[in-house]
């Protein structure tokens, strides 16, 4: 018999946090699910604790596989679906147990293709904050009204219900209940380039042939922090990685935005992204070469599209938050006065 929602979780070396996560779909008050974890070549005990819980319940599918990434694994984790609906939950998050059964309710009472909730945001410290991503409950179904939402993917800013309580995750699946028909009829996959904001590019090609997407104002998910010192990240692979980001959401909107309306929120992102790879890559502790030099590479790499039209509309795009005084600084291009700053910062933190 066909399941009502499948879940998809890709796993690997997961084994602190993998129970969790399984139990919390085991405890659901909505039943008719079926869970299709993808083993992506872990090499902890995550692929035992996954056949332990297929041995207890038959819901449970395991695909074990040599490691390919996250995206290879949501794509045959897909594959092997067999839900009306699917829902991607990451194997160190956890779900609230009344989860499964308000997605439900939604698409009985609205028929949506896409149901979305709310999330809340858990640390390593012990605090968690709930997060809103609207301020107020909706149903779309004009294309006016989704491409809004698709804005919003690509920048918080450009939100059509603003909330105060609004983070920076809702271009991330595990918010997110979608018709599974809906992926197969439109041949929607995880992009294999993409290492950063595959979860967005996917998000924007369901938004694009959904029908109609309803959000509910209730949190359902337990997003997981680590603490890590990713900066932290290889500077040249950060670069390649938005770049790479840049590429294929502009190759989206050159088959599906002719008219170009997701602009403003494209290059509000393409400037976000600058600001992370200036606090993560040039100007963070561990970067390698002199300041001047780190100073350069970053400056030069203002001077390529998109940035550099990003760069010069700062002064009209809807940023939010610290975006705005950046935004600000670049507009007026006190490129080297943004330097200074986050190396400061960086050298007052190392202390």
């Known amino acids: 018999m066909t399941p009502k929602v499948s879940v998809v979780i890709p796993v690997y070396n997961s084994a602190k946090f993998l129970r969790p996560c399984l139990d ?46 996250v995206s290879a694994a949501r794509n045959d984790g897909l594959a092997a679906a067999a839900g009306e609906y699917v829902l991607f939950v990451d194997s160190d998050d956890w779900m609230d147990g009344a989860a499964f059964q308000m997605y439900w309710d939604e698409v009985c009472r ?68 979608i018709r599974r028909q809906l992926l197969l009829e439109n041949g929607i996959l995880f992009s294999r380039t993409l290492k950063l904001y595959e979860d967005g590019l996917f998000a924007l090609q369901v938004f694009q042939f959904a029908k109609s997407i309803a959000y509910k104002q209730v949190p359902t998910y337990h997003y997981r922090v680590l603490n890590n010192s990713l900066c932290h990240i290889n500077e040249k692979r950060l670069v390649a990685d938005s770049s790479n980001i840049l590429n294929e959401i502009q190759a989206f909107m050159d088959v599906f935005d002719k008219e170009r309306a997701l602009e403003p929120a494209f290059l509000s992102r393409a400037l976000f992204l600058t600001k992370k790879m200036a606090l993560r890559s040039f100007f963070c502790r561990g970067a390698q070469g002199t300041f001047y030099r780190r100073y350069k590479a970053f400056k030069d790499l203002l001077l390529t ?24 600084l670049m507009h007026f291009r006190l490129i080297l006065l943004i330097a200074i700053m986050y190396e400061m910062r960086t050298r007052i933190r190392r202390r």
Not at 305 to 328: D, F, I, M, Q, R
């Open 24 to 69: 919390s779909i085991v405890s659901q008050s909505f039943s008719d699910w079926e869970v299709v974890a993808v083993d992506d070549g872990s090499s902890d005990e995550s692929p035992a604790i996954l056949d332990e819980y297929a041995a207890k319940d038959s819901r449970f599918k395991i695909i074990h596989k040599e490691n390919g990434g």
């Open 110 to 177: 609205t028929g949506a293709d896409v149901v979305i909730s709310d999330h809340w945001t858990w640390k390593e410290n012990g605090v968690e904050t709930e997060h809103q991503f609207f301020a107020q409950d909706f149903v779309v179904n004009d294309k006016t009204s989704i491409q809004a939402l698709q804005r919003t993917v690509l920048y918080r800013g450009y939100s059509p219900y603003p909330s105060a309580r609004c983070g920076y995750m809702f271009s991330a699946l595990w918010s997110k209940l």
């Open 305 to 328: 599209e998109p940035y550099k039209t990003a760069v010069k509309k700062a002064n009209v795009l809807k940023l939010c938050g610290n975006e705005k005084s950046y935004g600000k």
